[in-house]
């Protein structure tokens, strides 16, 4: 942990699986990646990196994580198919998978909030808000049956939906994709993930 007063050790497992998520990134800061996980595991209230780090115990250097949250968010298909071939080397895996997209919102706060937009929101609750300022996630996970909790989604990646009157509110030297529809993002979502598991002997 950040904090040297913290006395929290992670299991075996979880420290493997951590430094095998970060093969694609610097040799020199992939360490922070397990310490953000464990922020985010821990994390309570609003899921924020402050939160994050707060709860991973990190103060002095927390500057340098936000650079380096920066570079995790440019590697995000690499770190996705680690995530998948650890999934596929770990789990006892039918042979028919299960996938499930969906347009995931997430509310944002403060009006300088690249990307965000007004959404629809799909479950207004007791206030009865029928939209929300936020983002929109599109994203493919895979359905599984756990033994003790039933069905459950485990998010392999996602991608953020900008709507096209958004787009132009975001900085040219964000490099942004050219506009693309929900529906096409959830078909570049399959195009990438379906031949990684036909290849490992899957069925979609």
Not at 102 to 117: F, H, L, N
Not at 164 to 193: D, H, S, Y
Request: glycine residues 6%; hydrophobic residues 45%.
């Amino acid at each position: 942990m950040a904090n040297s007063r913290c006395r929290w050790e992670a299991p075996n497992q979880w420290n493997e699986w951590s430094q095998w998520l970060t093969a694609g990134l610097h040799a020199r800061n992939r360490w922070r990646l397990s310490v953000l996980l464990v922020g985010i595991l821990f994390a309570t209230g609003r899921r924020t990196v402050t939160t994050w780090l707060r709860a991973a115990g990190v103060s002095c250097d927390f500057q340098d994580y936000y650079y380096f949250i920066a570079a995790v968010g440019r590697k995000t298909k690499p770190i996705a198919m680690q995530l998948v071939l650890l999934i596929l080397r770990t789990l006892p895996l039918p042979e028919r998978m299960l996938l499930v997209i969906d347009d995931s919102p997430t509310k944002r706060y403060g009006p300088k909030v690249e990307g965000a937009d007004i959404h629809h929101n799909p479950t207004p609750g007791p206030a009865d808000q029928p939209y929300l300022y936020g983002h929109i996630w599109v994203t493919i996970s895979l359905a599984l049956r756990h033994p003790k909790w039933g069905p459950i989604g485990l998010p392999l990646q996602a991608m953020l939906y900008v709507r096209k009157r958004t787009m132009a509110t975001i900085p040219k030297v964000r490099g942004w994709q050219r506009f693309a529809t929900k529906l096409q993002l959830a078909a570049r979502l399959m195009e990438w993930i379906v031949p990684i598991l036909k290849k490992a002997g899957k069925t979609v």
